[in-house]
Every structure is written in C-alpha cells, then in structure tokens.
C-alpha cells in the first residue's frame, strides 16, 4: 500500500480521509456527509454560525456531539423564534446540561438572530449574503495539502465577512471562525489532497445552484 501522505488517516476499509476526523465514527459520518458539502438553507446557515461560535476555546467534536441538545434549546435554530427570546430562555439555557452554557455566547447568539433578521430583509436570505463571498479559483491555493490547510486558520474572505457582519452588530464571527464556518457550508472546499470525498466534494459543489 502506497505511503500515505501526511495530513490523511486511512481507515480499515482502505478509505483515506482529512486526519481531523480521527477514527471516531461519529466524526468520521460529519466529515464524510457534511463539511464542505455546499448549504443553502438559512436555518443550517444560521446554526452553523452560532456552532462555530459555541466552539471558540472548545473542540469541534464537543459541539457536535451536542448538536441535538442545542437544536432543542434554540427551538431548531429557526431565526425568528431565536431573535424572539428573552433573558427568561437564557436562563433556561444557563440551567441546561446538555449544552455549552455560557452566557456571553447564548446571548450572543440571540443578538445575531435578530441582525440576520435584518440581513435577510437587506439581501434576500442569508445564502444570497454569504454565497456572494465564495472566492473565486484564483483566490484559492493551487494545492490543498496539510502545510496549506494548517498555515491558513483564516483568509481574506473571512477576514471581510468577519469586518462586515461585525459592522452589522454580529457578535463571536471572528474570522478564523467565519473561516472555519465557510469550510463547513461548502464555501470553500478544504478536503485534503488524497482524501476520498475531496472530488465528490467539489462536483456537488460546482453542481449547486447559488443563491440570488
């Protein structure tokens, strides 16, 4: 069997995948049949978001393996129902186990549910707004290799969206997180060289429809 070049995780079956997912089948499902999958929905949009948020300081595997006990908390991450809520649903958050309860970041995210209220009434939706960022061929690196994936925690993309959503009364959109959200809505796609799904990938993103 060839040597596997570094960055990549081979698993039993002879299947290569991005060495984040480690061998966890939980993790190993998320990469395989969500990150860099292209998402037009404003709904996962907006979840999405608010879980990169929830993850500043945390691991990815920690948010997502309480995924479900945030859908329930922030009532499917609907955007009008989040922007609705009032101190009395922070504190029932603040009580609740099954999540990351910190409070700067709960409401945090009921703040950007209300701004992306007001961006959807501006630009449509808010897969018109982020869809409008999506970098052009030029703007990507020529190779997506482990070296490249590790020297660039965020881009000049991100780094734009992160500066106009903060404009816009955003809160916990920094730009490595916006980065890491742009990989994970398909944006951008960053399977490493190698890894099975990076082409399967990349078709279903040139065969997506973007928004208007």
Known sequence: MSE?????????????RCFWCGSDPFYQAYHDNEWGRPVTNDTRLFEKLCLEGFQSGLSWITILRKRENFRAAFAGFEIDRVAAFTEDDVARMLNDTGIVRHGGK???????????????????????????????????????????????PKTEISTAISKDLKKRGWSFVGPTTVYAFMQAMGLVNDHIEGCHLRNEVEKERQAAKRPV
């Open 4 to 16: 596997l070049a570094k960055g990549l995780i081979r698993d039993e079956t002879g299947k290569c």
């Open 106 to 152: 709960i409401r945090s995210a009921i703040n950007n549910a209300k701004r992306a209220q007001e961006l959807i009434a501006e630009k449509g939706s808010l897969a018109a707004y982020f869809w409008n960022f999506e970098p052009k061929a030029h703007e990507r690196p020529q190779l997506c290799d482990y070296e490249t994936l590790i020297a660039m």
